[in-house]
């Protein structure tokens, strides 16, 4: 946990300004591990890591920051990750859910 930013890192010494990650890691504390935290520490993580989460990542990324996002009241937000989590993850003909993104 970094005191100073609020936020919890993937590992010792990570760097929150210049890493990029795969998936929601620390997001996961949220849910579904339920870790506790205060509501400022949890919409610091979900912040701090949106826009370090490569856009190739998993399906499941997009989903658990929405939820963290509903827990939080930002119900905006939470449509804006939730159709992300979806949307490219679809194929046609038949709209088959897949855990990479079309055309990947």
């Known amino acids: ?15 929150l300004k210049n890493s990029t990650i795969k998936q929601a890691d620390v997001v996961l504390l949220g849910f579904p591990l339920m870790w ?8 610091n993580d979900l912040l701090a890591y949106e826009p370090l989460t490569r856009a190739d990542g998993p399906a499941m990324t ?3 920051h929405s939820i963290g996002f ?20 679809v194929r046609p003909p038949f709209n088959v859910w897949t855990e990479a993104q079309s055309g990947v």
Do not use: C
Request: net charge negative.
């Open 62 to 64: 997009w989903s658990m």
């Open 1 to 15: 946990f970094d005191n100073a930013t609020q936020n919890h890192l993937e590992y010792e010494d990570f760097d």
């Open 36 to 43: 506790p935290m205060t509501d400022q520490v949890r919409r």
């Open 70 to 89: 509903i827990e939080l009241g930002d119900f905006d937000k939470a449509q804006q990750l939730f159709e992300r989590s979806y949307q490219t993850y």
